[in-house]
């Protein structure tokens, strides 16, 4: 069975042989069309280890003639969590055929739409659904609360939570919502008559808290964001992706977790190396980040900014010659925001560069095209990773 990577094993009924064993759950990357592009995403699926050693390997590959409206699938294998046009139907093989050992339940089905749902969202630099639910989780919101808070009707957040993609108007609104607590009382101030006022007051606590919370860090990244004001459109400058600044922060405090003794020289060069790798893998950056070819690597614009967020966990040492920026994890920070492709990309990074000093990984970076074919002061086109000379 090519192409495919072995998860685990569970014990379930099994729709191929009708009977209850022990079957594997696997996973492969799979495309889709979705509102008219391919999207590639992680697929899950099911084997049926009888059937399979009984039959062979299967030729069973990636979901077909799907096309998504909304975020839902509309002329193709599934709505509603049940197939159409395909071999299963609520967990159930409709295929009488002996060569097919692969299965999905309607839940996995559903998790592997969400997955592809997702795997747009991110491409269109639209927040994910696990993103969604943790905006509104932030204030204490349920789904209906925060549709309110926002002025929208009342189920559209479980749909954007479940199986709609939202626009990018409602896509800034939630952002609003995520970054900007004093933004977030404004919204309530607008709509408060659609809450009852204890609600409201439980609602307005919980925000005043989160802006006492997240003051610093607030000023912090808005001082770093307006360097990035010229590049707020996608582009071969920032890799295809907006400024990700809670992506930056999770990067810095995996390295850091990893990697001892990350001074700031080495943490700049490994970012520059986990975009580029990134980029090359997936045709965009992880983190939006624009670098410069700077005599010391490839340094990210505004890094001075970037080393003030209030979520970076760094320690200002003082030696005889320059002060010096120790990067240590930040272990609030969530781990769910970076995806397991994300997590890959950077472990080889880290395996690739652990033991390297400063002088020998800026050297590194200065043997790439990305450096050599730019001249100092100039920003370094994403497009240049595509020649990377060490992955």
């Known amino acids: ?217 607030l000023l912090s990244r808005q001082v770093f964001a307006s360097e990035y004001i010229k590049f707020s459109v996608p582009s071969d400058f920032n890799g295809y992706k907006l400024l990700d600044i809670d992506k930056i922060e999770s990067v810095v405090s995996y390295f850091a977790e990893r990697i001892a003794d990350l001074y700031k020289m080495r943490l700049m060069n490994l970012l520059w190396y986990a975009d580029a790798v990134f980029f090359k893998t997936y045709s965009n950056s992880m983190t939006g980040l624009v670098y410069r070819h700077e005599l010391m690597g490839a340094l990210p614009v505004g890094h001075v900014s970037l080393t003030n967020l209030k979520n970076i966990n760094v320690h200002v040492e003082e030696d005889y010659v320059a002060s010096k920026y120790h990067f240590y994890p930040n272990t609030t920070l969530q781990t769910t925001a970076l995806s397991k492709n994300e997590t890959t990309v950077l472990d080889a990074i880290i395996a690739r560069f652990r033991n390297y000093d400063d002088p020998l990984l800026v050297s590194c970076i200065q043997e790439e095209a990305a450096y050599t074919q730019t001249t100092p002061g100039a920003i370094i086109p994403y497009s240049l990773a595509k020649k990377m000379r060490v992955f």
């Open 1 to 217: 069975m090519a192409n495919n990577t072995l998860i685990g094993r569970i014990n379930m009924d099994c729709p191929i042989c009708k009977m209850f064993h022990e079957v594997e759950e696997r996973e492969r990357m799979a495309s889709v069309m979705m509102k008219g592009e391919k999207v590639f995403y992680e697929e899950h699926f099911y084997v049926c280890t009888n059937h399979y050693k009984e039959n062979g390997e299967t030729t069973g590959g990636e979901f077909k003639n799907r096309e998504f409206k909304n975020g839902e699938f509309k002329n193709g294998e599934f709505k509603n969590g049940e197939s159409k046009n395909s071999e299963f139907k609520n967990g159930e093989s409709k295929n009488d055929g002996s060569d097919n050992c692969e299965f999905q339940t309607a839940d996995l089905m559903n998790d592997n739409q969400m997955a592809a749902r997702n795997a747009y969202r991110k491409a269109h630099n639209l927040l994910t659904s696990d993103e969604i639910v943790a905006v509104r989780e932030n204030y204490g919101l349920t789904q209906v609360e925060a549709a309110r808070l926002l002025g929208w009707g009342e189920a559209t957040i479980a749909r954007y939570e479940s199986k709609a993609i939202q626009d990018e108007a409602y896509d800034t609104m939630l952002r609003i919502l995520k970054e900007d607590p004093l933004r977030a009382i404004a919204f309530l101030d607008k709509n408060s008559d659609r809450f009852p006022e204890t609600k409201k007051m439980q609602i307005r606590t919980k925000m005043v808290e989160k802006l006492d919370m997240y003051g610093k860090e």
